[in-house]
């Protein structure tokens, strides 16, 4: 399995509306064999990402519900429809209760998306692996949306995260996240046992994100 390289489009001006299919031809023309590129543009953008690209899709968040009489609510069933690879879930600026968090990830098995469970500690590392999903992102909040990289500021804690997931799902991979935004945040995130990395605003904001990329990827 290939290392994931997974960029939240967040809502950031530069990735919503028109600009969201843009930035993800950006990215698709990075072509790096090695890394399985991919993307989570908003909701609004998802399907026409995710039909106009071959880039991986997630979702940057999902609901609990099934189809049916539910108001603005986003179905795992649905996404499905639409061609989505997978999910993110319980991302710091979304968190989700645990129960509920339960029940969609038993929706999206049900559907065969991908599922990537964030996690802010250690702890939560721990109790989001109950649920085995495909990846845990470990991304402390303090440092999200800033330029001081999870990889410099913690990598004993990372080196923890990584352990804690495969002790309790040993299929489970990690991936980081949280500034990064280089080569080296990139290849400190596989020295620690990570399996990949979320970035946000280092792609979603950066003046040539095709550039961008093609640099931080060995
Ligand atoms: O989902 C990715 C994320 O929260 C990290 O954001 O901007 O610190 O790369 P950023």
Known sequence: MKPLILVNFKTYPEATGKKSLPLARKISQVRKQKYQLAVAPSILNLKEVSEKTKL??????????????????IPAKELKQIGVTGTILNHSERKIPFNFLKKIMENCKKERLKTVICASTISEVKKVAKLKPNYIAYEPEELIGGNISVTESQPVIIVRAVKAARSISPKTKVLIGAGIHSKEDLEHAFLLGAKGVLIGHAVAQAKDPTKFLREMLP
């Open 56 to 73: 991986w899709t997630f979702s940057q968040h999902t609901d609990s519900v099934d189809l049916g009489a539910h108001t603005g609510r």
